[in-house]
């Protein structure tokens, strides 16, 4: 019964996370800012949820899948930021310092 | 021979991923998840990679845990400074190069999945043993400066424990 | 309303804002990386989903789903390279 409260509140917690990477993508005016930031808060609300699901699932194939999805996530998450943020500076995207517009 | 022990080592993985997809423990399964690994080894080698399979990918099983867990620890010190960076809205933005002292491609492009998913960092582009990072917090555009700050201690975990 | 319920309507919501970005994103890179949101928000509610209803197959389309997003943000990020603006 403990395991299953401690999990919705790490649910909640990875939702939490996850709001702020949105509300950091709408935010941020310059790219670069947005690629970084982005992609570890996103992350961390990825990891996050996933652990709260395993905690209320208990020991079971469910759990050694979302382990996998865990891994696979890991591995594959990284690259593809790192091509997004690649492709547009290989292209001649310029940091632009109109974060501070004040 | 070692190459045979290498490839029996990954065939016990690919056989207990295969369970975990299928969801039945038992023999039959087991073997075949290793003949499905073992065929995709031998495709592998066969037609994608220019070298071998073990000196491509030279990543031991120990090493690759503590990895993991090391990564995750560095992902939550990272996921909540940048949720503080957000709030408080402070960014100075900059691209600096760093270099790296692995040898081998499979590290070089794990130290760079080790540098996206650390603090404010960002990989950008590759050339040789340059990295070129953008960097949230960028106080120093030095590379010889920067490189500890950004790389920590991931060289050695790749390496495994070797400097 | 269950618990899971309200879950999965935040991530709905959060999706909206992903797709947001997704229109009014002044350069196609800004499109790709709310794609790529989106992707992971849309794994998320499968595997919240799956939770609720208590069944492992609906893992094996996060699976996919996952494989799919990866693939198709590195293709689409490697073909726009030094072309489009």
Redesign the interface.
Known sequence: MITVLIG?AL?VIG?F????????????H??????????????????T??FG?ML??GFS??T???A??V?????????????????????G?K?RKE?RVD | MKHLLHYAKMMAVFAVVWIILEEQVSLATAAVGALIGLATMIATDMYVLRGDYRETYPFGFRVGVKYVFALIVQIYIAGVQALYRVLTGGLHVGIVDIHTTLENEFHIALLANSITLTPGTVTLDRDGKTLKVIWIDCVTTDPDEAGPLIKQNFEQLISGGKP | MTFYHGVLFVLALLTIGGIIRVVIGPTIWDRLLGLNLISSKIIMAIIVFALMIQRTFLLDIAIVYALLGFIGSVLIARFIERKAN
């Not at chain 1, 996370?17 to 949105?22: D, E, Q, S, Y």
Request: proline content about 1%.
């Open positions: 919705r649910i939702l996370f996850m709001a702020a990477g949105i509300y950091s993508v709408l935010r941020f310059d790219f670069y800012s947005r690629v970084v930031i982005t992609a570890k808060v996103d992350t961390v609300g990825f990891l949820l996933i699901a209320i699932e194939f469910f050694l899948k979302l996998l999805i891994v696979f996530e890991l591995l594959t998450n990284p690259i593809s930021t790192h091509s997004i943020a690649h492709s547009a500076y290989a292209s995207f940091i974060v």
